[in-house]
């Protein structure tokens, strides 16, 4: 998260705010397309730990082939749809300067490379994970992080054009992290070894799951680069860098959660395959929970201090930067809890009215939002409607969930988001009330307490009105056994 939110910054710096806004929404044209390879990584990653719950090896093995397979044909469709559709839109839509169109098509055609990159490394992510090899994911993933802070020196040196330099030393990674994963899987998972199969069930069941992923994750595409591109319509680069500071602070901020959500998501999964239904239970009401106090413990001191924090990162952060933040925040904090829902919902396989309903609603994000841009234009509406949405979709995976798991929805408030709004309130509430008597001159020193108080409050909340009394002694015997090894 450090790293991320530094190379932001030397980026900007480095690019400034115009060609930043300009990446930023070009390579956000290429994410339009994302919605193809999206549905379908949702699919591999639920088949092959569904495959791995059962013990079935040899399904397992023709799994993992056939989605290889599906990726790679979905990699040539996107390159199509990219080099004809999406090269039109960029070059006779897209509100930049004319006189960077040669630099524009450069980062286009890598972005359009990367992305491909990650469309067929998709399989072998999913497969790590479903194996639950949480430590090489993470080693992958701080290489990577390595590689990025590389990528800034070498970007501040580069005697050739900023921002193509930078497509291009950003593609050299991805390629190099992608052949990382293919060379752990091919030496650690014999079912990773490449052989054509081809079973028409197969194909059919995972392409009919996908296909109803593929309108949710349209949806979702929508929501996130959708919104970029029409920002751009209306505002030119200078929001799309607001904005993509924005997402770069999101995916900061949501990486604790999203691989805490990782890790429990093949659980899920392998216990619903084993027809545990209880555990499977347990682990969405107890992820959907813990997943939300984490992204809690985070999300408050940056909610507090996001002015400091955009001064001193940025230095001179663009305009709607920090209200864009703060409602982003917001909004993370409500689709956390929506997270395990889903990973319930997607392991029952049983997805098609879900997706139609909850995918409509997180759809309705793109015309809404251009609906009132041109009535008011004021770019803060966009994320207010998002915030209301998300809380529709919410009671709507609730309620999918209880049809799906027979989960009741009244147990789920009671013990999820009751203690969720208990927390949230109470820490809230304390906060403001000390919050009075903190101020110092040095605006270090009252960053600082004030992160480490609201920490501070937010944990002492949770281990009281947050965790039930099973799940503090179960805590409680973990700390006692870590400090006994030690």
Known sequence: MGVSLYTSRVVLNTLGIHD???????????????????????????????????????????????????HIVIGVLIWLMAETVGLWFVNYRLNVPIEKMNVINWIYQFSILVFLVDVVQVPYNALIVARERMNV????????????????????????????????????????????????????????????????????????????????????????????????IFFGTILN????????????????????????????IKNYAMENTKQTKILIFQSAKLSYFLMFLIVGPVFFNVDFILKKWLINPPEYTSIFIILCLINLLIDCISGPLMTGIQATGNIKRYQMVVGTLVFLNLPLAYLILKINRNPELIYYTSILISLFSLMFRLYFLKKSLNISILEFMQHVLLRVIVVTTVSLFVFLLLNKFIYFSNDWISFF??????????????????????????????????????
């Open 137 to 232: 994911y993470a080693m992958f993933s701080i290489a990577e992080v390595i590689l990025k802070l590389l990528i800034l020196y070498l970007l501040v040196i580069s005697p050739f054009d900023k921002l193509k330099s930078y497509a291009t030393l950003i593609f050299i990674i991805t390629l190099l992290i992608a052949f990382l994963y293919k060379y752990y899987c091919k030496k650690n998972f014999n079912e990773s070894k490449y052989e054509f199969y081809y079973q028409k069930e197969l194909y059919r069941t995972l392409i009919s799951y996908s296909g109803w992923n593929l309108f949710g994750n349209i949806a979702a595409v929508a929501r996130g680069q959708g919104i970029n591109v029409i920002l751009n």
């Open 20 to 70: 930043y806004g300009i990446y930023v929404v070009v390579g956000g044209v290429v994410s339009l397309f994302s919605f193809f390879n999206g549905a379908m990584a949702s699919a591999t990653q639920r088949f092959l730990s569904f495959e791995i719950g059962k013990g079935d090896q040899i399904k397992l093995k023709q799994t993992f082939n056939a989605t290889l397979n599906i």
């Open 241 to 268: 860098a607001a904005y993509g500071i924005t997402m770069q602070v999101q995916g900061s901020v949501s990486v604790f959660v999203t691989n805490f959500q990782m890790a429990v998501n093949p659980q899920i």
């Open 449 to 486: 307490l004030k992160s480490l108080l609201i920490i501070f409050i937010i944990m002492i909340n949770i281990s009281v009105l947050g965790i039930n009394k099973k799940e503090r002694l179960y805590l409680s015997e973990i700390f006692t056994q870590k400090l006994l090894k030690r």
